[in-house]
Every structure is written in C-alpha cells, then in structure tokens.
C-alpha cells in the first residue's frame, strides 16, 4: 500500500472526505459507489465498486456468443476497464482503462457506430493506432439510469461495414446486461 501523506478527520456524522487529487487520479466521480473492506491490522480499504464486473464469468460468455454470431471482435467494459473480450487479443484489450472518449460517450449514454461521418475512436487509454479499425459499434450499459459500461462491436477487416442489425445486437447485448444487474 502506498502512503499518500494526507490526513483527514473523520467528521461528527462519521465522513471522511477523499481529496480532490485522489479522485482525480482514481476517476472516481461523485456519486460513485465504493466497497468497504477491512484486514485484521485495523485497515480499511476504499475500493472503486464496479456493479458490472459483479457479472465478469456472465459478461465473457455473452462476448463469446456474439463473437461466434457476428465474427467481429466483442468487447465489454465497465465505466473504467474492458472485463471481458471475445475474437480479440486479451493481451491488448482485457484489464486496460478505456480511452477518455469511449468514458465520455458512457457516461453521456449515447450510442456510437463508424460511418462516413464518424470515424472509430479510441477503446482502450494505450489505444496508440485507431485507423487499425474499420468499423465499430458501441452501446453504453444504463442500469435504472446509471451508466455502468459499454458493449463494444469491432473490426480491422479492411471493408467491414456496420449497420442497423450490429447497432441492434449491440443494444440488446447492453440491455440485456443491464437487466441481468438489476437482477
């Protein structure tokens, strides 16, 4: 564990405030839902709590049948990290921060699909070459209002062209997930 330094109070009601810095660096946003654990040394420990990663066996396995169904890459993430790939390098993609734009596009709950207006964005913060991608689609996964991640659809074949039916499939991948959390 690493010392930050920073010492805080805890206040009449039992609060503690975590610093600017910290969610910052941890992208932790209010509102954001954190587990609690404790050691036997009298520790706590604030985790970032991903409600999707909760399904992380679940989530691999509906990656899996959509990569069978479509033949493109099938990606999951939660609001901070991909938790489950399919037809992809787990290497490249499985564990890494998604990129900035796709967190954006999560939390604004807005869909995306590559045409001749919208070229592919980012996936993962290390993503360095996006002109890799010839077609994508992205639905972001709103549970009772909350987005809690996205379901991602993703080509390099060189003349893929996404259309209404991946844009569906994507949608009805992220709805069904969010049904299965609120479950």
């Known amino acids: 564990m690493k010392a930050t330094g920073i010492v805080r109070r805890i206040d009449e009601l039992g609060r503690v405030v975590i610093p600017k810095e910290i969610r910052r660096t941890l992208r932790i946003r209010e509102g954001d839902p954190l587990e609690i654990f404790t050691d036997r040394e009298g520790q706590i420990i604030l985790k970032k709590y991903s409600p999707i990663g909760e399904l992380n066996e679940f989530a691999q ?24 790939i399919a037809g992809g390098s787990k290497k490249e993609y ?18 995306f699909a590559t045409d001749e207006d919208n070229k592919p964005m980012k996936i993962t913060y290390e993503d360095g070459n996006i002109e890799k991608y010839s077609a994508q689609v992205i639905a972001p996964i709103v549970m009772q209002g909350d987005p809690i991640g996205s379901v991602i659809l993703v080509s390099k074949e060189p003349d893929a062209v996404m259309g209404k039916l991946e844009v569906k499939l994507a949608e009805t991948a992220a709805g069904f997930l969010s049904k299965q959390m609120e479950n």
């Open 94 to 111: 499985l564990d890494k921060r998604i990129s900035p734009e796709l967190e954006k596009l999560i939390e604004n709950r807005n869909g």
């Open 61 to 84: 396995e509906y990656c899996d049948s959509l990569y069978e169904s479509t033949g493109y890459t099938t990606m999951i993430s939660d609001r901070d990290f991909i938790i489950a």
